[in-house]
């Protein structure tokens, strides 16, 4: 963008003088940053941890703000100069406070502000009327401010935004409310300059496409930047002489030996997968925990003020370890961290290097990272990431399109703003990289959606959101409709949760299978007694009955019952919980890591770095079956028990593996091999059923012919369709957000997703939100792309081993240990109902 | 008869002495008097949500619910048809109701007996819809109205409640709408698209049924019995 504002390329004296007292010299990538902003250009800057990536950004800013301060008073120009973007509420204020450092050092008298949802609304008004020189918020907040009148006056004299962490936001549903919020900033501060900052990224092209205003049939990018990187990591396996489980994700062979780590260093963090693996390790570590050392529990379920309070004492270094989700995965800098332990499969090699970079923010020396994998499958996935992160290999996503459902909440923040016209609204979407090639009917569509639902049968004129003017623009219809709007802006779609209060253990006896009466508990109405734990989970707590104990916040707990929407638990003495809570991990295994534990697998001269208990697995198999090459995927056929298995290997992520699942078990029963069901992990499927599958053609069955016929008829009636359906209903504002405290009393009084899924299927399968409900699916969570991959890279022939064996594999018997414990989803629901209704005629008839 | 519903024939069920099927739809069937039984129909349930506040749902719930109550009148070709009360969301439903909305309902009324018993969202079923409003019908040893009454009501037949079941099988819950009956009292499951169900665990239904109940839950092809000691 040649057309932006220049900036004086010399560093003014005191801003030479600010850093010589730190003994600190400009960074090449700093300098260069400096350079760019000189001639006005945007620019992406790719660095690690502790390159100085906030200090490069604000740098130029800082300068044009110092020396628009040092000129006479009357000359000021007066409101917004930069706008920060995070995607981390604590970041941004964690940020702030780092610039007012400098700011204050150097008498700058720059004002430096944040605004998120805690900031209190006097403050976010005076805001709006009398903006700060630096702005720090998140996307939500962008939005919010772009849907008032005054967002020209309050933008329109903006010269740069910066987007931080902009790699782990780039490619999301938040990432899509960002670049919409971009392409209208786009038209009301053309000249403003735009600066990324991201780790190492697999594609940078993409983010630097993400960054610019894009033309229709003109790509452009952003100029990119990229730092020194620092010294490699060291990555360790975790040696033991305990048995490493077949299966399973608790990791409990291996706590003493991550305590041992612990105590061997100043400082450690603990990542894992999920939450219940972080209560259960939590947990597991402090029943061996004997010289008591401060070690905490940190993940998105607790309360805001338990993390904030972890948080906190871990920044004053009074923490020897935290357990932690991807909760601590981005973002603020916690102080010295000598170690970081991952405990499960790494899944992804960047998840990894992000992880990893937690551990010693200084550039020269390598952090160090333990890897601890809980079965011998994620051995081998232990082995590949630890090879790719020291390479320093990314592994790429594929790219999303963006989300209809979010420009349907963009179109009418767009309309509480001011009138917009067909035309204007079409080019600031198109402005946006993930919406550059969006064609026009469908913005109509998305436009008639928002503002009278955009159904077939026009039933709502009269209740429109959108108004539409006689010259044609379109504009809110009603207070209540902008009212709306805010209180539902963002795309983070939690799954339902539900509060969780602690009382007393309740008088009533255990296991009567009466009704929970919980307001009579404690012999008394419960009411507001009883403190705030943190959220559980909806469909958690729905599986609980009363007396059923799990595990949340390090605690075993007895639950209770439900009153009003809140859950009531009671603490128990109990070290084990009855109920386990582990649910696969959120996040696949990535196409390059994938690929890289399928080239260990096939090469046998690679298992010396394997522990000996593993190649030992490996090398069974390899006498009593086949270890596949790495082009090929490995079949499995054996009887067991009064069942026929098939497992396959192909190594693509248990979603990807899902949805083969259903492919097979779709055309087994066109064979008429009757098959009962199946199961799906991270590396593997298998398939079981009545019939004898050892002598069907495998390339017939793997055919990647027809593959859409079958998934479209399963895909109607998933599980996975209607939450995903629940999530765009949502950000488009056809449901609205559940507010906590604000529940409807009753939940009949809501009308469930499932059940206006159901109708808008049947009687509009084309509506514009059933089209971004399936193209969510099929973009992401399905991972429907990555099945067709696997199915085409095993056509040629001789890509299919196929082996018939007269009993279970060593590579099948994790599969086999985690039959049962996972469930197979759709028709087995029906089976379960069945069941229980069947031991219900036995008990008649007997 | 209970041997015929595990195995996917017709759920049967006594109730007060009347032998009663349990469709998959949610509606009853009595053979012997040819009638039909339909609990909470709440017509225009979506477009009330955009009359009142602004959220443009899906607006076809109303010919949803009717062409399940066609289906289902196909099915048993009832003499009578009672509908339990609640069939119209609100009392400005039906000036809402489309024409091919009001064609279906006036050809399902035609046919036959048709009660609308009302409800405390239609205390006043429309009249030009055909059929008859009443406030209870009784009919041999069934008694049919709206609310449930408090207190021992041998053959009572009613909606309101919305009742749902779950079950907690093999670490699994699994929740689903139901039909409700101790042998002397039966609630049934609401008909309409858009209703969601109330637990049957809810104090709403304290008293209402004998300690021992059985919730019949509709499954995706057949209505499960399960014993009310199995349910979470």
Redesign the interface.
């Known amino acids: 963008m040649d057309s932006s504002y220049p900036l004086p390329v010399s560093l003014p004296p005191v801003f030479r003088d600010w850093f010589a007292a730190r003994g600190w010299a400009i960074r090449r990538h700093q300098q260069e940053l400096l350079d760019l902003a000189e001639t006005g250009r945007s620019a992406l800057l790719v660095a690690p941890t502790g390159a100085g990536k906030t200090l490069a950004g604000f740098l130029p800013p800082l300068i044009e703000l110092y020396h628009e301060l040092q000129g006479p008073p009357a000359e000021r120009r007066r409101g917004l100069n930069t706008l920060y973007i995070s995607p981390l509420k604590a970041l941004a204020v964690d940020i702030a406070r780092n610039l007012e450092a400098p700011s204050k050092e150097m008498r700058l008298g720059v004002r430096i502000e944040t605004r998120t949802g805690d900031t209190p609304i006097e403050k976010r008004a005076r805001q709006r009327r009398d903006p700060p020189d630096i702005l720090l918020t998140t996307p939500e907040q962008l939005a919010l401010l772009l849907s008032h009148k005054d967002a020209g006056d309050l933008f329109g004299g903006l010269r740069t935004i910066v987007l931080d962490e902009l790699h782990a936001i780039e490619n999301t549903k938040r990432g899509d409310l960002l670049a919409l919020g971009l392409g209208r900033l786009a038209s009301i501060a053309p000249r403003a300059r735009r600066v990324g900052l991201s780790a190492t990224v697999a594609d940078p092209d993409r983010l630097r496409r993400y960054l610019v205003p894009q033309f229709v049939g003109h790509e452009r990018m952003a100029d990119l930047v990229v730092a020194d990187t620092g010294a490699a990591p060291e990555v360790a396996i975790l040696r033991t002489r305990e048995r490493i489980p077949w299966a399973g994700h608790r990791g409990a062979y291996a706590m003493p030996d991550i305590m041992a780590a612990i105590k061997a260093v100043r400082s450690a963090l603990l990542f894992v997968n999920t939450r219940s693996q972080a209560e259960a390790s939590f947990q597991a570590l402090w029943q061996m925990n004997d010289e008591n050392l401060p070690i905490a529990l940190h993940h998105g379920s607790l309360s805001v003020e338990q993390r904030r309070k972890v948080e906190q004492a871990m920044t004053l270094g009074k923490l020897r370890a935290v357990v932690c989700t991807s909760t601590l995965e981005l973002g603020v800098d916690w102080g010295a961290i000598d170690l970081v332990i991952q405990l499960g499969a790494p899944k992804g090699s960047s998840r990894m290097m992000q992880r990893i970079g937690r551990s010693n923010h200084r550039l020269d020396e390598p952090s160090q990272a333990l890897f601890v994998p809980t079965n011998r499958f994620e051995v081998l996935e232990c082995v590949a990431a630890k090879q790719a992160v020291e390479e320093g290999i990314q592994d790429g996503d594929l790219p999303r399109p963006g989300g209809l459902d979010v420009l349907a909440q963009h179109v009418v923040g767009r309309g509480c703003a001011e009138p917009f016209d067909m035309d204007t609204l079409y080019e600031e979407i198109t402005a946006a990289a993930p919406y550059a090639h969006l064609d026009r009917q469908t913005v109509e569509r998305v436009v008639d959606f928002a503002a009278?639902?955009g159904?077939a049968?026009r039933?709502?004129e009269q209740?429109h959101?959108l108004e539409r003017l006689a010259d044609g623009r379109y504009t809110i219809a009603?207070r209540?409709?902008a009212q709306?709007y805010r209180l539902n802006v963002g795309t983070i779609v939690e799954a339902p949760m539900i509060k969780l209060r602690s009382i007393r253990r309740g008088g009533k006896a255990r296991g009567t299978?009466a009704?929970?009466?919980v307001?009579h508990v404690a012999g008394k109405p419960v009411g507001r007694a009883g403190f705030h734990i943190g959220e559980v989970e909806e469909?958690f707590i729905?599986?609980l009955?009363p007396g059923d104990t799990f595990l949340f916040a390090g605690q075993v707990w007895r639950f209770e019952g439900m009153a009003e929407n809140e859950a009531y638990a009671s603490k128990t003495e109990e070290k084990e919980p009855m109920?386990?809570s582990y649910m696969g991990g959120k996040f696949p295994l990535s196409t390059f890591l994938a690929s890289r534990v399928r080239a260990l697998l096939a090469d046998p001269e690679q298992w010396r770095f394997l522990p000996g208990q593993v190649s030992w697995w490996l090398d069974l198999q390899r006498a009593k079956s086949s270890i596949p090459k790495a082009e090929q995927m490995l079949v499995e056929t054996f009887p067991r028990g009064s069942r026929h298995y098939l497992a396959c290997y192909p190594f693509e992520g248990r979603l990807a593996h899902q949805t083969l699942g259903m492919l097979l078990t779709q055309r087994l029963e066109k064979m008429r091999m009757r098959p009962m069901g199946f199961m799906a992990n991270d590396y593997a499927l298998t398939v079981w059923a009545l019939g004898d599958m050892s002598r069907l053609d495998m390339h017939l069955l793997f055919s990647d012919e027809g593959v859409g016929d079958g998934l479209d008829a399963w895909m109607a009636d998933s599980n996975l369709l209607k939450r995903t359906f629940r999530t765009c209903a949502t950000i488009a504002g056809?449901?609205?957000r559940r507010h906590p405290g604000h529940e409807k009393t009753?939940?009949?009084?809501?009308?469930?997703s499932d059940?206006?899924y159901?109708?808008?299927g049947?009687?509009?399968p084309d509506?514009i939100l059933l089209q971004a409900t399936r193209e969510d699916v099929s973009a992401g969570l399905l991972d429907l792309a990555r099945m067709r991959q696997l199915l085409e890279r095993i056509r040629p022939a001789g890509r299919i081993l196929h082996r018939t064996l007269a009993q279970i594999s060593p590579l099948a018997v994790p599969l086999m240990m985690e039959i049962?414990r996972e469930?197979i989803g759709g028709e087995a629901?029906?089976d379960?109902?069945?069941?229980?209704?069947?031991?219900?005629?036995e008990?008649?008839?007997g | 008869m209970a041997e015929a519903a595990a195995a996917g024939e017709l759920a049967t069920a006594l109730v007060n002495g009347a032998g009663l099927v349990f469709d998959r739809s949610g509606a009853a069937w009595w053979p012997e008097e040819r009638l039909l039984v339909v609990a909470d129909l709440h017509f225009e349930k979506g477009s009330s949500f955009a009359a009142r506040r602004g959220v443009l749902l899906p607006p076809y719930d109303t010919r949803e619910t009717l062409a399940r109550l066609e289906a289902a009148c196909a099915v048993y070709r009832p003499k009578t048809v009672i509908a339990l009360g609640d069939s119209f969301h609100d009392l400005g439903a039906a000036g809402r109701l489309g024409i091919d909305e009001l064609a279906s309902i006036r050809a399902l009324t035609g046919g036959r007996d048709w009660y609308w018993i009302e409800g405390n969202h239609d205390p006043k079923p429309p009249e030009n819809l055909g059929g008859w409003c009443v406030a209870m019908l009784a009919c041999g040893p069934l008694t049919f109205r709206h609310l449930p009454q408090q207190g021992d009501q041998p053959g009572e037949v009613a909606g309101h409640l919305h009742p749902a079941a779950r079950v907690t099988v093999r670490g699994r819950g699994l929740r689903r709408r139901c039909f409700v009956t101790d042998g002397s009292r039966l609630i049934l499951p609401s008909f309409g698209a858009y209703t969601g169900g109330l637990d049957v665990r809810d104090p709403a239904f304290a008293g209402l049924l004998a300690p021992r109940f059985h919730a019949w839950m509709i499954g995706r092809d057949r209505v499960y019995p399960v014993a009310s000691g199995k349910l979470s």
Do not use: C
Request: glycine content about 6%; aromatic content about 8%.
């Open positions: 009278t639902g159904y049968l039933r709502y209740y959101k009603s209540k409709a709306q299978g009704a929970p009466q307001t469909w729905e599986q009955r109920v386990p056809l449901i609205d009753g939940r009949q009084m809501m009308v469930n059940l206006i159901e109708v808008l049947r009687h509009e509506h049962g469930s629901n029906e379960l109902l069945a069941e229980v209704a069947d031991e219900f005629m008990i008649l008839n």
